[in-house]
Structures are given as structure tokens and as C-alpha cells.
């Protein structure tokens, strides 16, 4: 069975706040924004997905699900990223949805045939699919199935925690090292690294840093 796309997006006003030093508040919601554009393109031309959801409060998330024909969940979107996830994962889990697949706003470089891929790498429930982020530490992908078959707890060293978690569910996970998917953008560093990326060459988020001079900055 197809899953749905989970997309948590909490309000642009605390966007990207790790990423002060670098950018303005105002810069921070623009890059948050145009991150997002290109994550829900992605999601968006990828095959095999039966549905997208934004868990979200915030009114541009809002019009952006809608230009796309998401689905807006509002119901945890204030309780931090696993509690969005997890009650997005239940809402639809009681519809009768039987796999989930979850992923940050913050990964610009995420391609469809990397979502896809995940897709595809699920066979018979239940399943735990992951793609970490590059350094290993955190999750920026997890398919699921069924919607709770393991517990989730995202952050920045949750990688090998959801490995343990899956295990004690009495599941094998599936591991997936996708580099658009693991190129997530929380410090300035990472900017960097993003950059340096091919899979980030075609991106709005890419276009964006280039005509901002954000770039420049980093030097």
C-alpha cells in the first residue's frame, strides 16, 4: 500500500534559529521558505506516494500545502517534530492509512527518485526504512509500516536511537544513505556543505543563497 508523505513545518517566526549568527530573522523564514518549496517539488514528482501531509499552524505552510494539494494537519503541529509526526502517523493510521513516511522541511536537496528509493526498499510490514543525515546523527527520512511500528523520538542524535528502537520492535531496519535526503541545513556549516553537493546545484534553495550573498558570508 502507497504511504503518505508526513511534512512537519512549526511557524516561521522560530525558524532556523541556529542559523542567527549567519542570517537575519527575516533571512531565516525566506531560506525556511524556499527550502520548503523545493522538499514539497520533491515530494510532489516522486512516484508512488498516496498522499502528502503538512503538520503546521503557519499560514504561508498553509497556502504552500495548498498550491500543492496537501493535506494540513493542524492537530500536534505546536509539540516539536516527533509530536507532530507521531500525531499525524495516528490520525491517518485511524483512516486506515498502513505506512507513513516522514522527512524535515530542511533538506533543499532531496530528489524523487531518493523518495522513491524508500518506497521501493519497503516490502511486507512491518518495515522501518531510514535515511540518516550525513554526520549519522540525525534521521532525515523514515518510512514506516505500519504508521507506529516503532517509537520515534527525532533530534539531533536520534539516527542510532531509532536503529534500537526498530530492533526492540522486533524489526530488522533498512538503512538507506541518500545524499540529498542526508544534506539537512541546521548550522552554517552545513550551508557549506550544501553547496558543495551536486545534488543541490538545481535548487531554489541553491539559487536563493547564491543571490543572497549568503554565500559570500561564509568565506
Request: without cysteine; charged residues 15%.
Amino acid at each position: 500500500m502507497k504511504p503518505w508523505a508526513i511534512l512537519p513545518v512549526k511557524e516561521m517566526a522560530g525558524a532556523k534559529q541556529r542559523l542567527a549568527p549567519l542570517l537575519s530573522l527575516e533571512e531565516r523564514i525566506a531560506l525556511m521558505q524556499v527550502m520548503l518549496r523545493d522538499v514539497l517539488a520533491a515530494l510532489s514528482a516522486a512516484q508512488g506516494l498516496a498522499g502528502i501531509a503538512l503538520v503546521t499552524l503557519d499560514p504561508w505552510a498553509e497556502a504552500l500545502a495548498r498550491e500543492h494539494g496537501a493535506r494540513i494537519i493542524t492537530e500536534g503541529a505546536r509539540e516539536g517534530h516527533t509530536g507532530a509526526v507521531v500525531a499525524a502517523a495516528a490520525a491517518l493510521q485511524a483512516e486506515g492509512v498502513a505506512s507513513i513516511l516522514t522527512l524535515p522541511g530542511d533538506i533543499p536537496a532531496a530528489k524523487p527518485i531518493e523518495i522513491e528509493a524508500l518506497i521501493a526498499a519497503a516490502s511486507a510490514p512491518p518495515a522501518f526504512i531510514i535515511a540518516p543525515a550525513h554526520d549519522e546523527q540525525g534521521s532525515n527520512a523514515i518510512l514506516m509500516s505500519p504508521p507506529n511500528a516503532a517509537k520515534l523520538r527525532f533530534g539531533e542524535d536520534s539516527y542510532f536511537p531509532h536503529l534500537a528502537a526498530a530492533r526492540a520492535a522486533g524489526i530488522s531496519p533498512q538503512i538507506l544513505h541518500l545524499p540529498g535526503i542526508a544534506m539537512d541545513i541546521d548550522h552554517p556549516a552545513d550551508i557549506a556543505r550544501f553547496a558543495s553537493i551536486p545534488e543541490a546545484q538545481s535548487t531554489q534553495t541553491m539559487t536563493w543563497l547564491q543571490q543572497n550573498g549568503t554565500l559570500g558570508r561564509l568565506a
